[in-house]
């Protein structure tokens, strides 16, 4: 049976995390849960804290874009760090990597990862990462790292979600629990963290999930357009994209939209 009650005690309880999740909020319906996130982290809430919610209706993408969750039908988690501020670049690469995780986890299908923090199956997007941080004379005060993940609904019956986008149900054809998937998210979360803080290059296990290396892509910030090839990136999350000049361009996880695109000639 499809295991769906967010709000059963059971999810901490059963969760072998240390600090991730042990601390978890359940909402049924807030403005998003990154907003509540960074409420309860500016009040003090300890590290690791996990807001839930069955519902948004504010929620949020990069560059205050909208992201769109009908009721009951997402995995809506928003978790408190305190890393060093050298570790922040990591956090979107470890959520995203836990949100492939997870579904693999809970589901038969292949996840990959569309720089700089979409989560898609077969090129289709089905999550979405944001990270918030807040930094106070060089220090980072706290990071708020929230996923939007698509799970048991139709976004095609969605006029304001991309027609490129799916769902876990819509690719296997039947609902998956959120409680599966939230706990499996929750524990490689955490793991991704532990592994980061203790220097391994969680960065590559990033980089090889990435289906946008090796791609024509269009990057637009601002008014300024860059097309070329997607070549690599380096241990910051920043992309090198070669144009047919020879020129590389590098490009950062911040307000940067980036399109696969048709190479020229
Ligand atoms: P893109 O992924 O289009 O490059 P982005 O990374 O800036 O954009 P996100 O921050 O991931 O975008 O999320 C916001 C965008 O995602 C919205 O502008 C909308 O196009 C799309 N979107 C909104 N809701 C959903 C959803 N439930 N599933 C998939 N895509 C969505």
């Not at 693999?104 to 944001?130: C, M």
């Not at 999350?237 to 490009?251: E, M, P, W």
Request: with cysteine; charged share 20%.
């Amino acid at each position: 049976m499809t295991n769906d009650n967010l709000f059963s005690t059971t999810i901490s309880s059963s969760l072998k995390t240390l600090f991730i999740g042990r601390d978890l909020r359940y909402f049924d319906s807030v403005t998003s849960t990154n907003e509540v996130a960074r409420e309860l982290a500016r009040a003090g809430i300890p590290e690791g804290a996990t807001i839930l919610a069955n519902h948004q209706d504010a929620g949020r993408g990069r560059m205050g874009r909208t992201w769109v969750a009908p009721p009951g039908s997402s995995l809506l988690v928003s978790i408190v760090l305190r890393p060093a501020l050298a570790e922040v670049n990591s956090l979107i690469m470890a959520a995203a990597l836990a949100t492939t995780r997870a579904i693999e986890s809970a589901t038969p299908l292949r996840a990959s990862i569309k720089w700089p923090n979409d989560v898609e199956i077969d090129g289709k997007k089905v999550g979405g990462i944001l990270v918030e941080s807040e930094i106070e004379r060089g220090q980072l005060l706290f990071a708020v790292l929230g996923t939007g993940l698509n799970v048991n609904f139709n976004p095609h019956e969605h006029a304001d979600i991309p027609p490129t986008a799916t769902s876990l149900s819509n690719e296997v054809g039947h609902p998956i629990g959120r409680v599966t998937l939230l706990r499996a998210y929750l524990e490689a979360l955490e793991h991704y963290c532990l592994a980061s803080r203790g220097g391994a290059p969680v960065w590559q296990e990033w980089r090889d999930r990435l289906e946008t290396l090796g791609k024509w892509v269009r990057l637009t910030s601002g008014d300024s357009v860059t097309e070329g090839w997607a070549e690599d990136v380096d241990s910051s999350g920043t992309l090198y994209i070669r144009q047919s000049n020879g020129q590389i361009t590098k490009a950062r996880a911040g307000e940067v939209t980036l399109r696969l695109a048709q190479p020229p000639g």
